[in-house]
């Protein structure tokens, strides 16, 4: 053999092959993978985990939805029917059997209330304006697809010009198809001349008379 004669011969014996190590590269390459397969086991742990997402709450019926607002509408009806009710109610206990000349003690706050409840009656819808700044109309009446501006004057005597006027400014300022003076006392020579003149429909004594028996008669 080789080695026993460089062994005689004085030649050292060859030196084992050293056994190949694994390179530094080698080593970061496995940590690399083996920390990837720990996150993606980690990862499947909590995937297996999760509570499962709420379902969405199921669309309400519209049969349902119809139902309940049809109710709503209607208890909101009574609700406004019983109020009108109530209003006529107290009303009639104020001011129900009062005549024409019983109608000159009252405020002019009352009679605008007297006057509402009146055109009520003859099948009107009546707003009411603003106590203070309300541009010359009292009331605003609605019937037949027409707005009437009312001018409220409870007075024991005359009225003049100056009611016409603020009825013409209402009527402007409102927007309607008419003016209206009512009062329960009269008219002086010059109102009268001028609401003839500028078509403003007078009420007086006389014919609010006959808006009230009308009125009771009704009842």
Not at 11 to 36: F, M, V, W, Y
Request: charged share 25%; aromatic share 8%; glycine share 6%.
């Amino acid at each position: 053999m080789n080695w026993i004669k460089n062994w005689i011969y004085g030649n050292e014996p060859p030196a084992k092959q050293a056994t190949p190590q694994p390179s530094k590269e080698n080593l970061q390459t496995r940590h690399l993978r083996d920390g990837l397969a720990f996150v993606k086991q980690q990862k499947n742990c909590l995937a297996s985990n999760e509570v499962p997402a709420k379902k969405a709450a199921p669309q309400q019926d519209p049969q349902a939805r119809y139902l309940r607002d049809t109710l709503a509408f209607a208890k909101q009806q009574r609700d406004e029917l019983h109020h009108k009710q109530n209003e006529h109610e107290r009303w009639q206990r104020h001011y129900g059997s009062l005549h024409v000349d019983e109608l000159k003690k009252l405020s002019g706050t009352e009679f605008e209330d007297y006057l509402a409840e009146l055109f009520k009656s003859q099948c009107y819808q009546v707003e009411m304006t603003p106590l203070t700044g309300d541009y010359g109309a009292d009331l605003i009446l609605h019937k037949d697809q027409q707005r009437t501006a009312v001018q409220a004057k409870c007075y024991a005597g005359s009225v003049g010009v100056a009611a016409v006027q603020e009825a013409l400014s209402g009527m402007a300022y409102y927007r309607c198809h008419s003016a209206w003076v009512v009062t329960t006392g009269s008219y002086t020579s010059n109102a009268i001349e001028l609401a003839r003149q500028s078509n403003v429909y007078l009420i007086g004594q006389k014919e609010l008379g006959k808006l009230i028996l009308q009125m009771q008669n009704g009842r």
